[in-house]
């Protein structure tokens, strides 16, 4: 089954404990990103990466770092989590970044909270 | 200035009526797709429905429906026969061109609830 997959579904961590979140796709798509979700903002940005080794800053970088070593993976990492970084936390895919209408597949969703 | 605004943070729709619910956008961007996501109560998110800005025709899937309307920037979604399990998050979200990084800007969405 195609899928993107991001484990843990609920996380529950204390300040400056670094955690990792991992993404992976079965989709050999090229496009991948990182999302959180917060009340009343919708989804935004994070990071993204357009292929292998290659990475970029989204909307709300600060705070998160991550890597694509393999096409199929995309891990989000949180250095040193602090409490304004609870949040749902969202991994997508896509097969290409050049066509408008490619939908974004999305992950089941991570829920981080950090104490 | 919010690049996707939706004004409703909550709606109320009776079962198996329709129900609109509003998008506007903003972007100087002549080629840019918008798209209709859902998300129940589980979490996931789930595409909808896409409309390109040149597409002439209001697109269409299944139940749901875009009222696309290119000189005001609005991009509403109608969902016919409204049933229980519409009840959830929706949000509108939209991807421009010449933003190829980012492919999804999304509004703050509304949520929907069927009343039987």
């Known amino acids: 089954e195609a899928q993107v997959t991001q484990n843990p579904r609920y996380l529950i961590t204390v300040t400056g404990k670094k955690l990792t979140v991992t993404c992976s796709q079965n989709?050999?798509?090229?496009?991948m990103s990182w999302y959180r979700q917060d009340p009343g903002l919708g989804l935004r940005q994070i990071y993204y990466s357009m292929n292998v080794e290659v990475t970029d800053k989204g909307d709300v970088p600060e705070g998160y770092k991550v890597s694509r070593k393999e096409k199929r993976n995309f891990p989000l990492i949180l250095e040193s989590p602090s409490p304004n970084q609870t949040s749902l936390y969202f991994c997508?895919?896509?097969?290409?970044?050049?066509?408008?209408?490619?939908?974004?597949?999305f992950g089941n969703g991570t829920r981080l909270t950090v104490t | 200035a919010q690049k996707i605004t939706q004004t409703q943070p909550g709606m109320f729709v009776q079962e198996k009526e329709a129900v609109t619910l509003d998008c506007t956008y903003d972007t100087s961007d002549p080629s840019y797709g918008l798209f209709w996501y859902k998300q129940p109560s589980s979490g996931e998110m789930i595409f909808l429905i896409y409309q390109g800005s040149y597409d002439q025709q209001n697109a269409t899937e299944g139940r749901y429906s875009l009222n696309f309307q290119k000189a005001r920037k609005s991009a509403n979604l109608v969902i016919s026969a409204s049933q229980l399990g519409d009840s959830a998050m929706y949000f509108c979200?939209?991807?421009?061109?010449?933003?190829?990084?980012?492919?999804?800007?999304f509004g703050g969405g509304t949520r929907l609830m069927v009343k039987p």
């Open positions: 979200a939209m991807r421009e061109r010449n933003n190829a990084g980012n492919m999804l800007t």
């Open positions: 997508a895919s896509s097969l290409g970044w050049t066509g408008l209408n490619s939908p974004l597949h």
């Open positions: 989709m050999n798509h090229e496009y």
